[in-house]
């Protein structure tokens, strides 16, 4: 990073660089058959915020990492969202025909495929994860990354979710179900994101809940305010169809407790999240930076 | 293992400790919504022949492995086993209602359940290796076993399997074709167990190579047998729809070689298996009764 970058510049150099290491990583090998891996590709390189590879990033070089040894588990984390979006799509689940702004994988290509191109994304993630960053050194700490990262998925995490959100479509929910489903669904994963970059990176038990405490509160923030764009967004900005939680009757934090509040709840959010980094000065700052860009996202 | 036990004995042994410690992994936790674990338990705690588990035990114990330091591996191959029969029952892959004499996942529940169900088998499986054994002494190993069994699982493995399978469907595949489809969908995994079993025993080089030629030829023996049972066998006796091979047009060993040619490859394949843990003596004695049995196959 040099002195004069500001934080977009940053974000999209990280964003490129993730995008150029998913695309080696996808790389033709000559004995994959192509469909399936043409849709592979077609799930994970989409057009997207990466969100969660940069949140490990961002925490892995807070915490004294090496940005070129957190650079393939970012990946993998990207991998683990792009199945749960392909899988959640599916006619059996939400039944989505359109995603970041193009038609869903099972549209584009069929329903077998995309069940394996998401099965096959989080096996690949896994297997990235093993691997990099490569050395012994590394093994302590990658099983530990990795027990983090799939206990997020698990049955305990974003699965648990989207069985919990599927459970109370057309069911009046709580604010309390409201928020253990999203803090399953959507946040265990960001929080995990969070976690495995301080671990990489060697970082001690203080730091690490340190940026368990920012995931947390940065999932939940994240969550509100797309629940707020399907409101509020159009198809153009938010590359999904607009209304359709209301449509299928789905508990959102905007239905539960109308528009100012959710946005007001955001906005706390975003605060605990800020105030979880400041410890780390400016080698928090982009995380900061980050949690604030919550409050005004368009899409 | 006491000196007097069969291996009949021992076999049932195992199967009774891996069905134990699966009962053990799968229990309530009280935070899983109930019906998504009721789902899991359906898949993995179906009867079941455990092959792939009892491999990761045999090889690691004829590799000097603790059986007590195997188990919970074991368990995650099977979990990925079930994973994997799950998926490919679905109504948009294999469409089978019948499965270990049992209705499918997605019959007895529903195709959401079985999506979310397999998908919390595989990450499950990665996070139970993550963990077990227990200790930092075995994290370089784990990352090893976790690097060769989700590689056997994704774009070069049993995900590519299945999608050839279903590529294949209805058209003429060649010895090849066959061979490769077999190797990827059914090899890879079985081999992956016996390699994993020798890594986290801490084998050498030598020692695990041949867990891996026996692994691969044990797999293609096993699926060759599958082929046969499917033509000759009944419902009962495989616990699945006979004949489903060829309502489904799919290419089988019998259906290209015939028979008697099948029967004679499959006979080859377990020379070839015994002939590969020769050097581990009467350590490696469970692993030749293995093969030996897969011959005389009913089910």
Redesign the interface.
């Known amino acids: 990073m040099t002195t004069t970058e500001t934080t977009p510049e940053r974000l999209a150099r990280l964003r490129a660089a993730i995008d150029g290491r998913l695309d080696l990583i996808l790389a033709n090998?000559h004995?994959?058959?192509p469909?399936?891996?043409e849709a592979?590709r077609y799930a994970v390189l989409a057009p997207g915020k990466r969100l969660r590879p940069v949140l490990l990033l961002a925490a892995g070089e807070a915490a004294g990492g090496r940005l070129d040894d957190l650079m393939s588990p970012a990946c993998a984390v990207e991998m683990i969202h792009a199945?749960s979006l392909v899988?959640d799509d599916?006619p059996?689940?939400d039944n989505d025909d359109l995603r970041r702004g193009r038609p869903t994988l099972h549209v584009n290509f069929?329903?077998?495929?995309a069940?394996?191109a998401?099965?096959?994304l989080?096996?690949?993630a896994?297997?990235t994860?093993?691997?990099f960053p490569e050395g012994?050194a590394f093994?302590?700490r990658?099983?530990?990354a990795?027990?983090v990262v799939?206990?997020a998925?698990?049955?305990?995490?974003m699965?648990?979710g989207?069985?919990?959100d599927?459970?109370f479509e057309g069911k009046a929910a709580s604010r309390e179900d409201l928020e253990r489903i999203h803090r399953l669904k959507t946040g265990c994963l960001i929080t995990a994101a969070c976690a495995a970059g301080a671990i990489l990176a060697g970082a001690g038990e203080e730091a690490r809940k340190a940026m368990e405490r920012y995931g947390r509160a940065l999932g939940l923030a994240f969550q509100i305010t797309d629940d707020i764009l399907d409101v509020e967004g159009t198809a153009v900005e938010i590359g999904k169809s607009p209304g359709k939680d209301a449509k299928q009757a789905k508990a959102t934090f905007p239905s539960v407790w109308g528009l100012d509040a959710s946005r007001r709840m955001a906005a706390e959010r975003v605060r605990e999240a800020v105030a979880a980094v400041e410890a780390f000065g400016s080698k928090g700052a982009l995380l900061a930076d980050i949690a604030r860009s919550i409050e005004s996202r368009r899409s």
Do not use: M, N, Y
């Open positions: 090998d004995e994959t058959p469909r399936i891996l592979v199945f899988h599916l059996a689940l069929d329903e077998a495929t069940i394996l998401g099965d096959a989080l096996s690949l896994f297997e994860l093993s691997r012994d093994a302590a990658k099983i530990e990795i027990g799939s206990a998925v698990g049955l305990r995490g699965i648990a989207q069985v919990l599927l459970e």
